[in-house]
Structure formats: C-alpha cells, structure tokens
C-alpha cells in the first residue's frame, strides 16, 4: 500500500457523460500528478498540482480538467467522454514540488469503461 | 526529443534465469532514474532509483541497475528470476517540464516467468 487513495476503482460510462476521480495523496505529500495508462499510448502524464496551485501539464485534452483542494485531495473531471478516453488514471504524490531528485508514489488507480 | 525507450516488449524466463532489461533515455539535462514494476492488477510500486553516486543501484526483491552515463542507459537486473516476478516493469526518467521535473515512462516490458 503506497499510501495514495484513489476512488472510485471501477467506472463504466457511457459516451458524452462526465465522471470525477479522486485522489488523495500520502499524508504529507504536497504534490499530486495525474497519468493515464492505455494500450496504445502507455503511461502519459496528465497535469500536477503542488499545494493547491497547477504546477506542470502533459498532454491533457481540453475536456479534461484537474484541482487541488486545500485539504490537499485531488479531482480529474472528465467530460464529454469518448470511447478512447477509457483507460486506467493513475493518481501519484510526492513530497516537494517537483525538483530534481522527486519520486513519485503510485495509487492503485481508476479503471474508466466508457461505452 | 526527449524520450524514454524500452527495447524489450515481451520477456519470458523459466524460474532460476538471468534477467536484463534494457531502458535507453533521450535527455539532455540531470537524470534521475527509476525502475517501477506493476504486478498484475496492481498499482506501480518503485523498485529502485537513481540520483547520483554510485552507478550501480540496488532495489528491493533483489534487482540492480547500473547507470551507463555515456550510453544513456539505465538497465535493470537479477541474477535468478522467480515466477512472483512476472509483472509489468517501466523505466522512468524526470525531464524537466515547465519548470517541474515530471517522470516520463517507457511503453513497459512484460515479463513472464515460467515455474
């Protein structure tokens, strides 16, 4: 157990919808990244908050938006949902940052079905 | 570009064999490298990394890798494989990324480990 809660596990969906996943981070950590793992694209960064405050983005789509609340918990809405949006997200935290020398620590993630 | 590649896809091993698994990076600025395994079903846990010093890093469960800086390699080993190592091994690297070092993933090697 890495310390990292993500819920809901499992989500299936149908097209056009909109889900929220949650994430909250190991006790301390200040910095939450968001990944999404499929097939065809692997492990692809999404976006990372540090502290309330969006801090470095990848190749997020525009239908997908991220925050950080001030108990330090993270959300990634999802909207607009297309058949190539499932995937597993994976939620990581680490302490700082984001400074060389960050490690990152991996929730169990969310398996997102959209039909 | 910057990049991370993993030239093994598929790996499959009987028990009591060596393994190594290749990992490349394209990277031009400090490397902090990493080693993470996804047992099947399961989130990605860290298995090793490196910051600096000595090239050759140990791990849990008994792997190594060795950081060849003129090679731009970070190959990940263990002298005898057993069948609880079948699992989904990723190769990392930090890249800087808008000011945030952010770890980009290789597209995974599966290992397979025969009993």
């Known amino acids: ?102 490690t990152i620590y991996f929730g169990e993630g969310s398996w997102l079905t959209v039909v | 570009a910057q990049s991370v590649s993993q030239h093994n896809h598929h790996v499959i091993l009987s028990e009591a064999a060596s393994l190594e698994l290749g990992c490349n990076y394209s990277y031009g600025g400090t490397v902090n490298l990493f080693w993470y395994v996804q047992y099947p079903g399961q989130h990605l846990q860290l298995l090793l990394k490196y910051f600096s010093g000595d090239p050759l890093v140990k791990g849990i469960k008994g792997f190594e890798a060795e950081f060849i800086k003129s090679k731009f390699s970070f190959n990940l080993r263990k002298p005898s494989v057993q069948w609880s190592d079948t699992a989904e091994y990723f190769c990392a690297v930090n890249m800087e990324s808008g000011g945030s070092y952010i770890p980009t993933f290789g597209r995974g090697t599966s290992l397979i480990v025969h009993p």
Request: charged share 20%; with cysteine; net charge negative.
């Open chain 1, 1 to 102: 157990d890495s310390g990292v809660t993500q819920t809901p596990k499992h989500l299936i969906t149908a097209t056009g919808q909109r889900v929220t996943l949650r994430c909250s981070p190991r006790s301390g950590d200040l910095s939450v990244y968001w990944y999404q793992q499929s097939l065809d694209q692997g492990l692809q960064f999404l976006i990372q908050y540090y502290n309330g405050e969006e801090r470095a983005k990848g190749n997020i789509l525009e239908r997908f938006s991220a925050q950080q609340f001030p108990d330090l918990h993270s959300e990634l809405n999802l909207s607009s949902l297309e058949l190539g949006d499932s995937a597993l997200y994976f939620c990581a935290s680490s302490v700082g940052e984001g400074g060389t020398g960050n």
